[in-house]
DNA sequence: GACCAGGTCCTTG
DNA sequence: CAAGGACATGGT
């Protein structure tokens, strides 16, 4: 990573922070926030609240719960988010992971980061993303979430590096600090979704927030 | 009606 | 490895 980069990446960070301040993200618990990670996936949030209410209502918003949960309850509970056969499929692949390799979410708190990422990661249809989300916000740790929002800012404001090389590099800007993590994430979305929106993307980042 | 949403996996060239 | 298609419903 150059290091023109990681200045630019200082400065957006600390741009957003200044515009946006502290906003609450994902106050859920650690089994909403897993769950809500795959919901969410190419999909809006407010048909994810709605799946997870109707989870809820079922009794079935629980790693402990989707484990042994009909796989029908579970793709007509979350219909509404698309691609419900296949979510359906991927809550419970990670339900039987963390029940099998741990016994409990609680009993997942005791390991390290980089042993929870390696197993979310095996889980069929839990990728990168879904990986981080679901530390980052769910587990309170130090890794950082990369979506299209954030690989598209990037691009917007002439951060060259690939999608891969992104998460390095932030990890490298930011403060090793979970609050941090989850705030700046939150702030690219918030951002992303006001000025980043379909065609035009031409507005620099740079330029909104200070100019 | 077309197009997109806080991805991931599988198949091709 | 990059690119394209499949998975599916709901909102603009």
Same mark, same amino acid.
Not at 70 to 76: P, V
Not at 101 to 118: F, I, K, N
Not at 181 to 197: L, M, N
């Given at each position: 990573?150059? #290091?023109?980069?990681?200045?630019?990446?200082?400065?957006?960070?600390?741009?957003? $922070?200044?515009?946006?301040?502290?906003?609450?993200?994902?106050?859920?618990?650690?089994?909403?926030?897993?769950?809500? /990670?795959?919901?969410?996936?190419?999909?809006?949030? +407010?048909?994810? !609240?709605?799946?997870?209410? +109707?989870? !809820?209502?079922?009794?079935?918003?629980?790693?402990?719960?989707?484990?042994? $949960?009909?796989?029908? %309850?579970?793709?007509?509970?979350?219909?509404?988010?698309? &691609?419900?056969?296949?979510?359906?499929?991927?809550?419970? /692949?990670?339900?039987?992971?963390?029940?099998?390799?741990?016994?409990? #979410?609680?009993?997942?708190? @005791?390991?390290?980061?980089?042993?929870?990422? +390696?197993?979310?990661?095996? #889980?069929?249809?839990?990728?990168?993303?879904?990986? %981080? /989300?679901?530390?980052? &916000?769910?587990?309170?740790?130090? /890794?950082?979430?990369?979506?299209?929002?954030? !690989?598209?800012?990037? @691009?917007?404001?002439?951060?060259?590096?690939?999608?891969? !090389?992104?998460?390095?590099? &932030?990890?490298?800007?930011?403060?090793?600090?979970?609050?941090?993590?989850?705030?700046?994430? $939150?702030?690219?979305?918030?951002? $992303?979704?006001?000025?980043?929106?379909?065609?035009?993307?031409? +507005?620099?980042?740079?330029?909104?927030?200070?100019?």
């Amino acid at each position: 990573m150059s #290091v023109s980069s990681s200045v630019k990446v200082r400065c957006i960070v600390r741009s957003l $922070a200044g515009h946006y301040g502290g906003i609450a993200w994902w106050p859920g618990d650690t089994d909403e926030v897993m769950i809500g /990670s795959i919901l969410t996936q190419q999909t809006r949030w +407010e048909n994810v !609240e709605r799946a997870l209410l +109707e989870l !809820e209502r079922r009794g079935l918003k629980s790693m402990h719960s989707l484990h042994t $949960a009909e796989k029908q %309850d579970i793709e007509d509970a979350i219909r509404c988010t698309g &691609f419900y056969r296949i979510k359906a499929q991927r809550l419970q /692949s990670l339900a039987v992971h963390v029940m099998d390799a741990y016994g409990s #979410v609680d009993e997942m708190r @005791q390991h390290p980061t980089v042993t929870l990422r +390696e197993g979310l990661l095996g #889980v069929k249809g839990i990728g990168e993303e879904t990986a %981080d /989300s679901i530390l980052c &916000f769910g587990f309170q740790r130090t /890794s950082f979430v990369i979506d299209a929002y954030t !690989e598209k800012i990037m @691009q917007c404001t002439g951060v060259m590096e690939k999608r891969q !090389e992104l998460k390095p590099l &932030f990890e490298t800007v930011l403060a090793p600090d979970p609050k941090v993590y989850r705030q700046t994430h $939150a702030h690219i979305v918030e951002y $992303a979704k006001g000025f980043c929106g379909k065609k035009r993307c031409s +507005e620099c980042i740079l330029v909104n927030l200070n100019g």
